[in-house]
């Protein structure tokens, strides 16, 4: 009963903020030039989903969200999991990792493209470093927090390193992997977009930047409605993924008192 | 079958252990952290199929004696042997009963009792029958498919004890396998311990706080000293008739004649122990 009820209070609320809006240009109190009506952004969304061209901006985003995420993810849960081990290798690193950390990678976006080129790679790479971070923090993190009990009961059981790496380690972090999971689709779609943003011919963020281009405050709104949605998307497929892998999880009042 | 599985003794044929063969030798054993002496010079045999349990104040170094039986620490001096074999690391063959909870909390009950047997190679098939029948021994059939925060602390002892026994290890180390459960619990398990022990008569170190324990269980009490630089100061042997039930023990006069004796040797030690750690 609740749940429908808060369902209902949630679209009162949509229709509250966008019937606001859109009274709000049409009566003149709100500037279409900065802020387009709702209308104008709805039918320039449909216009483009309409329009096969569209589809190839979407896919282009896709794939460089998706390889600078596998990349970054698989890159970062390796060196995460191997520095977790070895603190030595960590002790030593830490002033390099921090310090390429600490640099904001926008400023590496025109380092790609000269090295890369305007096309997919150069986007992939941008993206492989901001997810590359997230992931490897977690994973070492993930690491170290192992239990010392349940690690020293497996190497009394028998286990060997590699067994203990994919029956103690591997998924002692695997919480914290999939956590990191979580937050870096969203940084791979910002890296993605950013390098387009900043050059290339094609992809969500290039249309985007067109549309700037041109003024066109409609086209940057939608722009940006339809990234919402695509990272909404990849998110609850993610959701779908993390309930498969984690299934010894303790569900909300199972863990007897 | 594998190797492993046929070299295993079947449950009915009785198991003759040879007192008089030292199943564990600890000689001459001193463990540090840092410049922290733990345990000093420590000399304690355990024969074949004899069940030995361990008593002194807490921090004293009883858990540090046991991992290094286990291989999980190394000695700073002096050596471990079982069987005749030094131990230099872990994998050798010994079943440790973990005080804390010590299951992978990302396998069911069944993964985690077949846990041995699949690090020593055993078919996939061989070791789901063999951890089912552990599992119906220690009352858990039905459990299997239960991961170890959907089961109660006593329950998760049980799958530890499965988990611990299933490989038939040559010794059984237990470091107070039983101190985070109720008295009643605490009773049952022990019971059924014994009961265990019974039929395999393997050497057994168990380490407890609780004298009561420590004699109801045991063939011999071993009393060390408080630490640090603690050693061994005494040792019981246990004359009591087995099969034994633990809460009727008790009311044995010759039960309370040993408690008395023990207890005036540890007392002192426990009494130490305070007074530096006030
Ligand atoms: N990893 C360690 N580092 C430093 N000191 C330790 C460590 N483990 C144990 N100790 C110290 O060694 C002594 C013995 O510990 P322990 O064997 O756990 O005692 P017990 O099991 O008898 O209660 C204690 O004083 C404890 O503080
Ligand atoms: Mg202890």
Redesign the pocket.
Known sequence: MHAINDRLIQLALLVLIFGGWQFGVTAGLIDPFFFPAPLDILKQIVAWIINPGFYKHVSITLSETVLGYVIGTALGVGAGVWLGLSRRTARILDPFIKTLNAIPRVVLAPIFVLWLGLGLWSKVALAVTLVFFVTFFNAMQGVREVNPVVLSNARVLGANRSALLRHVYFPAAASWILSSLRTSVGFAVVGAIIGEYLGSSAGLGYLISQAEGNFDAAGVFAGITVLAIFVLIIDSILDVVENRLITWRPKEGERPA | MSVLARSVPPVSVERRPDPAKPMVEIADVTMAFGDFVAVENVNLNVGDGEFLTVVGP??CG???I?NAVAGLLKPAKGTVSIDGQRVTGTGGDIGYLF?QDALLPWKTALENVELGLMFRGVGAAERRAQAMDWLAKVGLAGFEGRYPQQLSGGQRKRVQMAQALITRPKVILM??PFSALDIHTRHLMQNELLALWQEDRRAVVM?T?DLEEAIALGDRVVVLAAGPRSRVIDSFEVDLSRPRDVAEIKLDTRFMELYRNIWASLRGEVEKSYARNK
């Open positions: 807490t921090g009883k858990s540090t046991l005080q470091d107070e380490i706080h």
